[in-house]
Nanobody, 121 residues
Framework: QVQLVESGGGLVQAGGSLRLSCAASGSFFGIDAMGWYRQAPGKQRELVASITSGGSTDYADSVKGRFTISRDNTKKTMYLQMNGLKPEDTAVYYC???????????????WGQGTQVTVSP
C-alpha cells in the first residue's frame, strides 16, 4: 500500500548540484520523521540527513553546509538539495519515512528503492 518513489539521481561533475525527491503514495494516515540515507560500495548504509514532521533537521558532518533536506507535507514529498558535490558523495541514496498507516496501527519505517548518485572528478 505504501510506496516511496525516489527521483533525481544521476551523474554530475565535482562541484555540481543535484536535487533528490522522494514522494510517498498509497493509503496511510500520516508521515512522521523522514530521512535520506546513502550506501557506497563496500560500506555500511549511513544517515545523511533527517527531518521531523515539524521541520527540525540533522545532518551528517560530511554534508553539513552542502546538503539541505526539506519536505512538503501537502505533496507528501521530501527533498535533498545537494550542492558542492564531491566524489566521496558517490553512493546509492535511499529515502526513509516513518509512516502511520492508521490510528489503529503503529508507526513503521518504509524505504525507497534507492537512486544512484555518481560524482566524477
Amino acid at each position: 500500500q505504501v510506496q516511496l518513489v525516489e527521483s533525481g539521481g544521476g551523474l554530475v561533475q565535482a562541484g555540481g548540484s543535484l536535487r533528490l525527491s522522494c514522494a510517498a503514495s498509497g493509503s496511510f494516515f500520516g508521515i512522521d520523521a523522514m530521512g535520506w540515507y546513502r550506501q557506497a560500495p563496500g560500506k555500511q548504509r549511513e544517515l545523511v540527513a533527517s527531518i521531523t514532521s515539524g521541520g527540525s533537521t540533522d545532518y551528517a558532518d560530511s554534508v553539513k553546509g552542502r546538503f539541505t533536506i526539506s519536505r512538503d507535507n501537502t505533496k507528501k514529498t521530501m527533498y535533498l538539495q545537494m550542492n558542492g558535490l564531491k566524489p566521496e558523495d558517490t553512493a546509492v541514496y535511499y529515502c526513509n519515512a516513518r509512516i502511520l498507516r492508521s490510528l489503529l496501527a503503529s508507526f513503521m519505517h518504509y524505504w525507497g528503492q534507492g537512486t544512484q548518485v555518481t560524482v566524477s572528478p
